[in-house]
């Protein structure tokens, strides 16, 4: 007997009560979180502010009418006001500002992206097995989280930077390196709510080893919430690198970061404000984004936590 | 904090309960601090910079570079080069700074001071500022109020301070005239008053110099207005946060059908209860405006900590980075355990349970 044809149409088969494949359930989760998420208008503006950072760094060639690096006519395109011909005025190397905002997105995106690849690995593995393990192992790795911790952000990353050298690499690992002790905080708590449920001592009896239990186990469970936190943390990130820049620490001139633009255009401020002020609506837009999708994420994936 | 475990057990009164706290916390303090020394020891050892070169100079010859080599301890082991740092740190040595000539510990007592008034009148305008608000959008939770208030707090979040500071300047200073610009003081005014505390607004007020203390606060009003306003954004959040919770409690009902007044409700039973974590925040926001200046002071030419450790680093002045940052840290430490003592005595629930 052949089974007929379901006319059921994708929001049914993606809300079913009885999923039959375990990719269907998982797709019904998701679209569940989205239908949720989708109601939070401030959450969806964020997204909307991330989704076109993410469009522009992309297409940052194809939209930036002019060369980020190479500038014009020294004798007549240097610091020109705002105009249709350049959107954003020129700098003093007659550089158009809206071309290297544009490409800005690339480098702040970058930065972004490679810290949270970096940290929440390293925050995740130390608050799980901190969490798992409990003990000694427990005490030495959350003393050390905690002397990550009892530095403020910023002076520690000045203190790698310098020590590492200026640039946008060495930016994004003390980044990097200041970032995770929260997430390892998390994962931890995360942890120990887990460490003695039920079904990872059915695990646990089956013989499974440690790593197995944590990396398959433990880590799919905390990583909702750290994920959230990161989410959380991105615009801190972007105002950290960009506030290195700005002290010149981060990207090197002549490379189009909003940090280093602004400090580039705080010479001339008072006669000629647009140089320090396009890239610093740049950076609070896009971190304004970040901020706005967590907060939604947080609302949806975490009601305890929320308001 | 909950891994060094109890040193008194059994039944206790409250004073050797906070005697029993006292030393649990002494121990953080001494982990803490070892472990900044560590860090700041190992950021020491990987700088590019030669500390033998900028010592002598890149003229030296080869055997005063060996000398100083070795005077500087380079020739031993680590962990004894280690122990040498940690016994120098201990005496408030942290060596010379390479930009004035003059000890790192002196340089910092002197910038210090400027970074303490700025981060003391943000923090008084953060404080009075953010628990009225914070009270009001609790009050009128999901009201205009309310998002109002939020609104203006996710501003201050995301907007890079350095870059309102220069709008600041640009609009104020530059354009309006109605602050001074960079800097804590005119010239014309820095001989006025001696300063004593090293407080400019104490010092000339202490001394009756009012034309200076006018010409201060009007170089402080824009840094600590700026400041207030993110320690507020932060204040006025968790302030909404805690009297939400307050005003869901069965006390606060109670009192209502005892007809007791609404707004003394609200601003004497339920906001005494939310003062207790506020304790918490005002006191870690009071530590982040203490460290977090460093971008506001270089925007304003503030001379304070975070302005000498940035010009230390342009100059890759390494001992001075790092005795600032490492005295930085432990002002930083001493703050969040102050704050865990102060929330231990405040809350009698807390109190009674350790």
């Excluded at chain 1, 810290?115 to 929440?120: G, H, K, M, P, W």
């Amino acid at each position: 007997m052949s089974t007929p044809v379901s006319r059921q149409s994708l929001g049914d088969w993606l809300t079913s009560e009885q999923p039959v494949s375990r990719s269907q359930a998982r797709l019904g989760q998701i679209w569940r979180t989205w239908k949720l998420f989708s109601g939070n208008r401030l959450g969806m503006v964020g997204l909307g502010i991330v989704v076109l950072l993410v469009l522009v760094a992309i297409f940052a060639n194809v939209m930036a009418p002019y060369d980020p690096l190479l500038g014009g006519d020294l004798r007549t395109e240097r610091l020109l006001p705002p105009s249709w011909e350049h959107l954003m005025g020129t700098d003093d190397l007659a550089r158009d500002i809206f071309s290297r905002v544009v490409h800005g997105a690339r480098l702040t995106l970058l930065v972004v992206a490679l810290v949270a690849i970096i940290a929440t690995p390293i925050g995740l593995l130390v608050g799980t097995v901190s969490g798992y393990f409990g003990g000694w192992v427990d005490t030495v790795l959350m003393r050390i989280t905690d002397i990550f911790l009892a530095f403020p952000r910023l002076i520690l990353a000045l203190a790698f930077v310098a020590a590492l050298g200026p640039g946008i690499e060495n930016a994004i690992i003390a980044i990097a390196i200041t970032s995770w002790p929260p997430y390892a905080r998390l994962a931890r708590a995360e942890t120990l709510t887990i460490r003695n449920a039920e079904h990872i001592d059915a695990i646990r009896l089956q013989g499974a080893s440690s790593p197995r239990i944590i990396w398959g186990h433990v880590v799919p469970l905390c990583l909702s919430s750290v994920i959230i936190r990161v989410t959380l943390d991105m615009a801190g990130i972007i105002l950290t690198a960009a506030g290195l820049g700005f002290l010149g620490l981060g990207a090197q001139p002549p490379q189009p970061e909003w940090g280093a633009m602004i400090a580039g255009g705080r010479r001339f401020i008072i006669d000629y404000w647009w140089v320090a002020t396009m890239p610093g609506i740049a950076i609070f837009a896009v971190s304004l984004g970040f901020n706005l999708l967590g907060d939604g994420l947080r609302d949806v994936l975490d009601p305890k936590a929320g308001k | 904090m909950s891994a060094i475990p109890a040193l008194t057990e059994g039944r206790q009164r409250a004073l050797p309960a906070l005697f029993g706290k006292a030393s649990r916390l002494l121990a953080t303090i001494a982990v803490t601090i070892f472990g900044l020394l560590v860090v700041t020891f190992l950021i020491g050892r990987v700088v590019p910079v030669d500390p033998v070169l900028a010592v002598v100079g890149d003229r030296a010859s080869q055997s005063t570079y060996d000398k100083a080599f070795v005077e500087l301890g380079l020739d031993r082991p680590l962990y004894v080069q280690f122990g040498l740092y940690v016994e120098k740190a201990v005496t408030g040595d942290f060596g010379e700074s390479l930009l004035t000539k003059k000890p790192i510990i002196d340089d910092i007592a002197r910038a210090f001071p400027a970074t303490l008034e700025l981060a003391t009148v943000a923090i008084l305008i953060g404080t009075l500022l953010g628990i009225p608000v914070g009270v009001w959008a609790a009050v009128r939770q999901g009201k205009l109020v309310d998002q109002v208030v939020r609104i203006i707090g996710l501003l201050g979040y995301s907007a890079p301070i350095f870059w309102l500071g220069l709008l600041g300047l640009l609009v104020f200073y530059a354009k309006w005239g109605i602050v001074a610009g960079p800097g804590r003081i005119d010239i014309s005014y820095e001989y006025a008053f001696t300063p004593t505390t090293g407080l400019f607004l104490l010092d000339t007020a202490m001394q009756g110099q009012w034309a200076a203390f006018r010409n201060v606060v009007s170089h402080i009003a824009l840094p600590a207005a700026l400041l207030g306003y993110f320690s507020m954004a932060y204040i006025a959040r968790m302030t909404r946060s805690f009297m939400l919770n307050e005003l869901a409690q069965e006390y606060v009902v109670t009192a209502r059908v005892k007809g007791v007044a609404e707004w003394r409700i609200i601003w004497v039973h339920a906001l005494r209860n939310a003062a207790v974590p506020l304790v918490t925040v005002i006191t870690l926001s009071y530590a982040s405006l203490l460290e977090g200046s460093v971008l506001t002071e270089t925007v304003f030419a503030w001379p304070g900590l975070g302005q000498y450790l940035t010009n230390s680093l342009q100059n890759a002045d390494m001992n001075a980075v790092l005795g600032g940052t490492l005295l930085i840290g432990i002002i930083f430490v001493g703050l969040n355990l102050l704050s865990d003592f102060l929330y231990t005595v405040l809350d009698p629930r807390v109190r009674r349970r350790s």
